[in-house]
């Protein structure tokens, strides 16, 4: 992912700023600055880091049977005219990406904005495609995919699952 994001910036990730969707995204911006210091053979980067909170941006809101979790958005960087890397674990049909740009786009106008996920399992239902991606993972539309990040890179691991439906 850190490669395919370097590609795009030429090789410098020097002014990029990574933003971490909240759930799967805080974690993985971490270790994609260290991946990227290593991909571009430093020592290390001090990169802007932020999360993003999506709850207020659903785009079905009206249509859930509880409310959602309301997280803090936690950007301490001006946005404006910054190339932001978007991290996710799991990209599915969009609309998680499509509320997030909304939310980015609530606090400034970044000049560039590069979607990084660690999975992409298809089935987009909006006209979104990540510029990096750690795999792809072919799936049903009624499958998910949970994958789950530890402080411990060797102890992270992925579930694909069928949903089970109560009658």
């Not at 402080?151 to 579930?159: F, G, I, L, M, V």
């Amino acid at each position: 992912m850190a490669a395919g994001i370097l590609r795009i910036n030429h090789g410098d990730p020097e002014g990029l700023a990574l933003v971490g969707i909240h759930g799967g995204g805080g974690l993985l911006a971490q270790r994609f600055m260290r991946s990227l210091a290593r991909q571009s053979g430093r020592r290390q980067l001090n990169l802007d880091i932020g999360m993003v909170d999506i709850g207020l941006y659903r785009d079905d809101y009206s249509r859930l049977s509880q409310v959602p979790q309301v997280r803090a958005t936690i950007i301490d960087f001006d946005v404006d005219q910054r190339k932001v890397v978007l991290l996710d674990d799991v990209i599915f049909t969009g609309r998680t990406t499509r509320a997030a740009l909304e939310a980015l786009f609530s606090l400034g106008r970044p000049s560039r904005v590069d979607l990084a996920v660690l999975v992409d399992r298809g089935h987009r239902e909006f006209p979104i495609q990540p510029h990096a991606v750690g795999f792809k993972l072919k799936t049903e539309r009624h499958q998910s995919v949970n994958v789950f990040l530890s402080s411990n890179p060797d102890e992270d691991y992925a579930t694909l699952e069928d949903h089970k439906y109560e009658l």
